[in-house]
T-cell receptor
Framework: DGGITQSPKYLFRKEGQNVTLSCEQN?????MYWYRQDPGQGLRLIYY???????QKGDIAEGYSVSREKKESFPLTVTSAQKNPTAFYLC?????????????FGEGSRLTVL | AQKVTQAQTEISVVEKEDVTLDCVYETRDTTYYLFWYKQPPSGELVFLIR??????QNEISGRYSWNFQKSTSSFNFTITASQVVDSAVYFCALSDDNTGGFKTIFGAGTRLFVKA
């Protein structure tokens, strides 16, 4: 089945450690996104990528990094510089940057900093 | 500035009741799209509907209906005869020329509890 796969589903990290969240899609979509979800705050955009080897900062990029070496993959690294990394992270994709294009989401990764 | 407001944080209803989820948006653009997504306990958001700014017709899909009113900048979502499976968090979202197609803005979400 076509879709977006995120891993791991749950992740625990000690303070000061970097962690990488995986996101893979087989929808042949050009655009991919990372969102952060906190209770009562909706979804906030971290990074997005319109095409392979290109990505742009979203609204809350500080403390995060991404890469887009392959069309189907868009991993997110949460670095030790992120002050409050405990959150639910959602990866999404869309066929283009068309205003009308809906987003397709993965099931998310829940990161907890101990 | 673009903004999406979902004033209802949580709603609790009993099965078979009708429930309306409110969404108010702000944008200066004349061309924009509004969306509703459902987030069940599994976590992934699922697309429900899209509406463009030039089409104010209400839409009905089974037990779901949407009321788009540009005069009040609202895009409300009604579930008729709610069921336990409707329990989820529902997000309203906006995409416009200013944010670009890559920067969909989401409301804070409304958590709906449907009790049997």
């Amino acid at each position: 089945d076509g879709g977006i796969t995120q891993s791991p589903k749950y992740l625990f990290r000690k303070e000061g450690q970097n962690v990488t969240l995986s996101c893979e899609q087989n929808l042949n979509h050009d655009a991919m996104y990372w969102y952060r979800q906190d209770p009562g705050q909706g979804l906030r955009l971290i990074y997005y990528s319109q095409i392979v080897n290109d990505f742009q900062k979203g609204d809350i990029a500080e403390g995060y990094s991404v890469s887009r070496e392959k069309k189907e993959s868009f991993p997110l690294t949460v670095t030790s510089a992120q002050k409050n990394p405990t959150a639910f992270y959602l990866c999404a994709s869309s066929s283009s940057g068309d205003l009308a294009g809906e987003l397709f989401f993965g099931e998310g990764s829940r990161l907890t900093v101990l | 500035a673009q903004k999406v407001t979902q004033a209802q944080t949580e709603i609790s209803v009993v099965e078979k009741e009708d429930v309306t989820l409110d969404c108010v948006y702000e944008t200066r653009d004349t061309t924009y799209y509004l969306f509703w997504y459902k987030q069940p306990p599994s976590g992934e958001l699922v697309f429900l509907i899209r509406r463009n700014s030039f089409d104010e017709q209400n839409e009905i899909s089974g037990r779901y209906s949407w009321n788009f009113q540009k005069s009040t900048s609202s895009f409300n979502f009604t579930i008729t005869a709610s069921q336990v499976v409707d329990s989820a968090v529902y997000f309203c979202a906006l995409s416009d020329d200013n944010t670009g197609g890559f920067k969909t803005i989401f409301g804070a979400g409304t958590r709906l509890f449907v009790k049997a």
